[in-house]
């Protein structure tokens, strides 16, 4: 059995565990409402996409167009996608 006195013991002097804990934890659960409540302002919002300048394809913004694989102002080839499944 440990020494009731040591430092950082959770036993009391007088015997018995202590009702103690310092992990900051929530005190008590949410409801389901609560909850629910809180997820009702989870939106789906539609993907920004951008125009290629090259091919004119929806793209996401900053990405590589997947479908002509140019990247930036200057149309700069950087997937070549013709080769991709052949060779
Ligand atoms: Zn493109």
Known sequence: MPDPFVAGSNMHPAGGMVEENNVPNPKRKFSNARRDKRRSNWKITAPTLVRC??????HVPHHVCPSCGTYGSNHRQVVNLRRSHSA
């Open 53 to 58: 300048g090259n091919c004119e394809a929806l």
